[in-house]
């Protein structure tokens, strides 16, 4: 297989020697669909001799089973490894290859043209130097081509090969050439990249791809791996300030606490100072520990373990910088967002946050727009759905250390994960701060939440009512604030129907307003305990995430979740709105329990069978219980475990 087997006989030692010194270069293929990237990148490996005897055999087997080019080798076969990808000429998945010559090493991600798959585009671009853009020469630049761009220098590619493929189909045309050439370059003027090298291929002949072909005499440029041996990329983190995040704190035993992580950006040496971006307090570095002893210096790049000359807390996901050049350490920032889930992002709604070893709740506050990679023109929106970007402020429940992602990759990259499935929804590229940082302290108060209860003699609480429309929420609340206030407790009703007439009347029914609306009848409530309240919120509220959500803005022991747990029927025959019957004839769409979902509580504190006696008789149950669960008449509202009425 390999390109050196006369070095690796004579000197195997000599062979692993240049090998290790080699540079390596990332990059990626993309492109629209059917233009060659599963080829050209067969192509390379195949005239690399990158490829094994028992792949060869394979190879010629497969590509006379189910191969596109009669009895000749299918070079795409050898990166279409999954069986939908053979049947169907597509790619689905990132197939990520390694292959080198005499100067370089390379790996190489070949990535779906389909927009269906822009997530996976997004994923193996995240880490690569360079990007191989492929038009097919008849097709020229297509939406598909203009959307891998704009991907591509999302992530911050800023060296292209526009590889124009299929050269062979238009007679190797140097007008058709120039004309895509300047088709593509103005479109690509305002994405920022430092290099455009076009280059003539054909890769089912080879053409241009490792040998210079005669048939495009007018082409005086790099084949495409002349191109890719000796680009300069340069190493971006190299020259940045030194920046590492702490992915764990090592304790073997009683004499020895180090940090561990790999170093982002800069470099490190014994005696340097540094800084814990999160608290602001400095030491210098003691040691630099590796499995293979200790360094003298440490870059970008590099795994290793930091031990300090002083005893100051530092935890995972804490991050050490240059204490004159530090990140921005901040709880609120806009960013771009790339969107990798089926279920759409809803602003307000909870995610984690996952910034390097940092994990933190957080919400995405507000949707500024929608970029249309297709036309590169900003949209109005409320959501982002697969596959698409946007611009968004995000807050997050603690602060965390970040450079703007265009300034340093490592620093200003993270992911979003669904609460309850663990899965990544999300990708991001932080863009500035906003507004207040994390350290910065709220302005003191002295009369607060405790002295507000104790002048009112109770514990300030949420009485969350939730249930479906109908269930006999509302009225239920009315009575049970009737008998808390006939016992000397101090309430507040808020009701959702009454708050989508005032507060919320700009919010209609749909997915991202219903989790507005919680939204803010979380925040409101919060006030309301704050000011020593027992509060009794009615709302729908279908999500069990944003449920979640209010109940963790709240400190442990101040949400209470009551599920007035009625039957649909039960409450289409108390309606008195209309709201069921119009939703039932089509007039109304996203009502709660007909097309939109209700997600019933898993662990409420306590279940009230509505449809199971009079409202009166239900509430006075209610409060019995409640009381019944403090254990005296006059206790506060304070009671753990489930009951049911």
């Not at 200790?294 to 100051?312: H, N, P, W, Y």
């Not at 994390?438 to 514990?459: F, M, P, S, Y």
């Not at 803010?520 to 009794?536: H, N």
Request: glycine content about 8%; charged content about 25%; some cysteine.
């Amino acid at each position: 297989m390999a390109h050196q087997s006369d070095l690796i006989a004579r000197d195997i030692h000599a062979y692993l020697k240049s090998q290790e010194e080699k540079g390596m270069l990332r990059f990626i293929t993309c492109g629209s669909v059917d233009d060659g990237k599963s080829t050209l990148i067969g192509r390379l490996l195949w005239d690399s001799k990158m490829v094994f005897e028992d792949q060869l055999a394979a190879l010629e087997a497969d590509s006379k089973r189910v191969g596109t080019q009669g009895e000749n080798i299918d070079y795409a076969l050898l990166l279409d490894g999954l069986q939908a990808e053979r049947e169907q000429g597509i790619t689905i998945d990132v197939a990520y290859r390694f292959f080198s010559t005499d100067k370089r090493k390379f790996i190489v991600a070949d990535t779906p043209g389909h927009e269906q798959y822009t997530r996976n585009m997004v994923t193996g671009a995240s880490t690569a130097q360079v990007a191989v853009i492929l038009i097919d020469a008849r097709k020229g630049v297509l939406t598909q081509t203009k959307r891998h761009s704009y991907l591509v220098s999302l992530v911050g590619i800023r060296h292209v090969v526009l590889a124009i493929n299929k050269m062979d189909l238009v007679d190797y045309s140097a007008e058709r050439f120039e004309q895509i050439r300047a088709e593509y370059e103005a479109f690509a003027e305002g994405l920022g990249f430092e290099q455009i090298a076009p280059i003539p291929i054909s890769a089912l002949e080879g053409a241009n791809v490792l040998v210079r072909s005669d048939s495009t005499p007018w082409y005086g440029g790099p084949t495409l791996m002349e191109y890719l041996e000796t680009v300069q990329v340069a190493d971006a983190s190299a020259g940045k300030p030194f920046r590492m995040r702490v992915q764990w704190v090592n304790r073997p035993n009683l004499d020895f606490r180090g940090f561990c992580g790999t170093i982002a950006s800069g470099s490190i040496r014994p005696g340097d100072e540094v800084a814990v971006t999160s608290s602001g307090k400095t030491s210098k570095v003691a040691r630099i520990v590796t499995m293979d002893g200790d360094l003298d210096q440490a870059a970008a790049g590099q795994a290793v373990t930091l031990t300090l000359s002083d005893e100051i807390d530092i935890s995972r996901g804490d991050t050490l910088a240059t204490p004159e050049n530090r990140p921005f350490h901040t709880d609120q920032f806009e960013a771009k967002i790339v969107w990798l889930h089926e279920e759409a992002l809803l602003p307000g709604r909870s995610y984690l946050i996952k910034a390097g070893s940092s994990t933190a709740p957080a919400q995405v506050s507000d949707l500024h727009f929608k970029v249309n990679v297709n036309t590169l023109q900003h949209e109005p929106g409320k959501t982002l759905a697969l596959n698409e970007v946007g611009v968004c402020s995000l807050s997050v429940s603690k602060g965390i250390s970040f450079d703007p992602y265009g300034d340093n990759r490592g620093m200003g990259n993270f992911i979003l994960i669904d609460r309850f499935t663990n899965a990544t929804v999300g990708a991001g590229m932080i863009d500035a701060p906003l507004q207040r940082a994390a350290g910065e302290d709220w302005h003191a108060i002295e009369i607060n939440k405790t002295a507000r209860a104790v002048l009112k003699g109770q514990r300030p609480k949420v009485l969350w009512f939730t249930g479906l429309p109908g269930a006999g929420k509302s009225t239920l609340a009315a009575l049970v604030e009737k008998k808390l206030h006939s016992h000397g407790k101090h309430t507040y009703i808020l009701d959702g129907d009454q708050l989508r007439h005032g507060l919320n009347h700009d919010l209609g029914y749909s997915d991202p307003d219903q989790v507005e609306h919680i939204r803010r009848v979380a925040e409101v409530s919060k006030l309301f305990v704050d000011a020593g309240l027992i509060v009794l919120a009615s709302v729908t509220s279908p999500f069990r995430s944003e449920r979640a959500t209010a109940r963790e803005i709240l400190e442990p022991g101040e949400f209470v979740e009551i599920y007035v747990d009625t039957p649909l029927e039960v409450c289409e025959a108390r309606d008195t709105t209309g709201l069921y019957q119009k939703a039932r004839a089509g007039e109304l769409k996203d009502v709660t329990g007909i097309d939109a979902i209700y997600e019933p509580p898993e662990n409420p504190e306590i279940t009230v069978h509505g449809a199971q006696g009079a409202p009166e008789e239900l509430a006075e149950k209610l409060v019995h219980e409640l009381y019944r669960l403090t254990g005296c008449d006059a206790a506060p509202l304070t009671f753990e475990g489930t009951a049911g009425i």
